[in-house]
């Protein structure tokens, strides 16, 4: 999804306001949501944003959006935000963010949706993180016990 920063998104600094990209992020990572399981979808957590760098105004935007895992009615989407210089039009990663979409039916109950096959090395390291940040997130909520936590137990015992 790619858009231009105008004068009435910015901050007194002339800087994209950072709720305008989170809602430019949520728009892009539903639409990946959506367009994977072929279903309505759902914002259902913003697990991480990264706001690693401003976008001035005038800026042109690109926000990506890939469904990095698949659960059984969830969707984990990576974002990366890029920003293109306007002289020389080379592109710059400014920002990335991880949020997570449940697919549901009419009624808003959840469905289940297709599995993700990752392809590229990137897509793999995305993949395989995705179910430690699952679970961490399960054990922090009290919905996982620690001991049940495979995937982040295999980081601190070889």
Do not use: C
């Amino acid at each position: 999804m790619t858009d231009l920063v105008l004068p009435g998104e910015t901050n007194p600094l002339n800087n994209l306001f950072g709720g305008e990209l989170l809602a430019r992020m949520d728009r892009a990572a539903s639409i990946a949501a959506r367009r994977h399981s072929r279903r309505i979808v759902v914002t259902a957590s913003v697990n991480h944003v990264a706001f690693n760098r401003a976008i001035p105004l005038g800026s042109v935007v690109t926000i990506e959006a890939k469904i990095s895992r698949t659960f059984k009615t969830s969707m984990e989407v990576f974002i990366d935000v890029w920003i293109e210089d306007r002289e020389s039009g080379i592109r710059t990663k400014a920002n990335e963010a991880i949020y997570t979409f449940v697919a549901v039916d009419e009624t808003g109950r959840p469905v289940e949706v297709p599995v993700v096959e990752p392809e590229t090395e990137l897509e793999k390291q995305r993949f395989d993180a995705a179910l430690r940040r699952k679970q961490l997130s399960l054990v922090l909520a009290g919905k996982m016990n620690p001991h049940d936590a495979t995937e982040l137990k295999a980081l601190f015992i070889s």
